[in-house]
């Protein structure tokens, strides 16, 4: 390892511990601990997906975080700016730190109103928290993940992007509704001290496109530019044996100790049981099936996207979450093929970026049908970060000129030992 990565992993270090330790310190003094540990759900580890049981409540599943905002802008009262989205640690513990004050501010939100454009650009530029999701969120999912009783706001708003400013007193929430294009504000109730806590931070050169004057900013004008251009190359691994992945799959779906009949076909290994069946193909992938037939029921199917996306991540958690090394998995898309079923998928995403498998296919796609899981394709794969070995990226301001709008950072795995890091456009996400 050079002098120079030696540095940047003292430094990445140092400001872990620092937010760790000044979370603590100020938790207890100021109570945050209760607002954490009984209001918001936690990542059961740092940098693996998260596990546990959901949170249940009268309402029903409020559930576990599905994904996390693939970056966080904290802009100061001077203008600059600290963003995080390559350091997959330092982002968890900023999230961590900042999440309560997201959640503080959809909770207490009042009657939001539509605003230009011009007033969503001027907001991000004052003092605020950024959060941005890789993939659309609901705002009721948002709300169930975040422990917020969102009463203010229409929960059918499809959100990316979500920035809560720093009043004197008190909070005001800006968001896009991704699919309509337009822009809305709200009042809060939530305090503006915990802003303060952010102060320690120090700025990092993080903008936004449309302040940059680069070519294609009108056509991303809130892609966020961050400086350097160095990004580590990841390690791929098999994920455990064909029968250890087995064992996995059938005790998550709740078949360890039924009868089966297990077999190969080909390298194929086969367990048919009376109610399933699965398939352990060597290159990771594994399909599910349940076999005994679905009921015809009366019962009216009234499971919300939340409750169906905490189904399906319970799955993805149970068993490809237990073998995906430093690979985070998040949610990304909730597709309805009828009034009572459709499919949940899941992809991988580590050091900032999202692996793309061959085919483009998910890292996990689960099935239902009313609130059964009838199908899963999961693909189980081992990734890490080489931490002494990086490939060096065209800049992101050349890179977004080049692409002429939103790009983002890709791992393309095609079967090799070793994933290089890349840019890739929106339209090839």
Known sequence: MSKADRIREWIKTALIIALSISTILLGWRTNLFDDIFYTIPIFGRVTGFVGGSPTVEAGGVIGIEAARPISIVITF??????????????????????????????????????????????????????????????????????????????????????????????????????????????????????????????????????????????????????????????????????????????????????????????????????????????????????TDAFQPSDMVFSFCESEIIEMARAVVSDTIGRTSGGAELFFEVLEFTSEDSGTVTFGYYIAGGRVRLRDDMPAAKVFFTNSIVSEATLFFKNFSVISDDYTELLPELLAFAAVGGEFSLSFPYVGSEMLIPTWVGASNH
């Open 77 to 290: 009262d001077n203008g600059e700016r600290f963003g995080v989205r390559y350091e997959t640690d330092v982002r968890n513990t900023v999230y961590d730190w900042t999440s309560s004050i997201l959640g503080e501010a959809l909770g207490s939100a009042r009657a939001h109103e539509e605003i230009s454009a011009d007033e969503w650009r001027s907001a991000l530029s004052g003092m605020g928290v950024f959060f941005e999701y890789a993939s659309p969120m609901e705002l009721s999912v948002l709300h169930a993940w975040l422990g917020a009783r969102v009463s203010g706001l229409e929960h059918d708003v499809s959100l990316r992007r979500i920035f809560v400013a720093f009043g004197e007193e008190r909070n005001r929430i800006y968001f896009k509704d991704d699919l309509s294009g337009e822009y809305f504000a709200a009042d809060t109730d939530s305090s503006a001290v915990k802003a303060q806590e952010l102060a320690m931070l120090r700025p990092n050169g993080a903008a936004f496109a449309f302040e940059l004057g680069v070519t294609g900013a009108e056509n991303a004008p809130y892609t966020i530019i961050m400086p350097g251009t160095m990004h580590p190359n990841i390690a791929a691994s098999p994920a455990a044996s064909a029968e250890s992945i087995l064992e996995i799959v059938r005790n998550a779906f709740g078949h360890g100790r039924e009868v089966d009949r297990t077999y190969f076909d080909g390298d194929t290994l086969v367990s048919v049981g009376a109610h399933f069946n699965i398939r352990v193909e060597p290159n990771g992938r594994v399909i599910y099936r349940r």
